[in-house]
T-cell receptor, first 113, second 110 residues
């Protein structure tokens, strides 16, 4: 069964900590995405990547960075976590130029205290 | 960023009722997608639409790609308790990026 795996379902971090959220997909997809999901705001795109070592800013990149050293892995980094980054984080992947949609991971619920 | 207007924001319905939700945009999209997110999980693709006017069914779900290419709707017939969740519409103009609506929260009274 093909899937997108996010390393943690729940995380609690302190303000100012550096936080790594990991995402791995086993479908050989070219494209990978990081979203955050907040009530009433839907899914907002943070960063995405169309290829290894390639990254592009989404709609809300401030306070985040990403790393894609291998095709199957896309990491989201919170350089200095803040309480307003408490959210559900969703990773997704898709085929390049595919007509289909994204395959999402189960999400990581991050709480910054 | 670009947004889709999804309505209603939430629904509370009786089991067995039909449900309708829709998404509109000021921009044209080439693909419309509908996702469902169960509590504690990531969204899962329900239906994909690729042509203006296209009507596609998946079991009790029916979705249509608006003729203007600026809207789409999703209908669920004879709702059941497991229909509970958040439904998202998503549109693709070109390239690989999707734009998502804010979601419709569906709650079913049993």
């Amino acid at each position: 069964d093909v899937k997108v795996t996010q390393s943690s379902r729940y995380l609690v971090k302190r303000t100012g900590e550096k936080v790594f959220l990991e995402c791995v997909q086993d479908m050989d997809h070219e494209n990978m995405f990081w979203y955050r999901q907040d009530p009433g705001l839907g899914l907002r795109l943070i960063y995405f990547s169309y290829d290894v070592k390639m990254k592009e800013k989404g709609d809300i990149p401030e306070g985040y960075s990403v790393s894609r050293e291998k095709k199957e892995r896309f990491s989201l980094i919170l350089e200095s976590a803040s309480t307003n980054q408490t959210s559900m984080y969703l990773c997704a992947s898709s085929q390049d130029r595919g007509l289909g949609g994204y395959t999402f991971g189960s999400g990581t619920r991050l709480t910054v205290v | 960023g670009q947004q889709l207007n999804q309505s209603p924001q939430s629904m509370f319905i009786q089991e067995g009722e039909d449900v309708s939700m829709n998404c509109t945009s000021s921009s044209i999209f080439n693909t419309w997608l509908w996702y469902k997110q169960d509590p504690g999980e990531g969204p899962v693709l329900l239906i994909a639409l690729y042509k203006a006017g296209e009507l596609t069914s998946n079991g009790r779900l029916t979705a249509q790609f608006g003729i203007t290419r600026k809207d789409s709707f999703l209908n669920i017939s004879a709702s059941i308790p497991s229909d509970v969740g958040i439904y998202f519409c998503a549109g693709r103009r070109d390239g690989n990026k999707l734009v998502f609506g804010a979601g419709t929260i569906l709650r079913v009274k049993s």
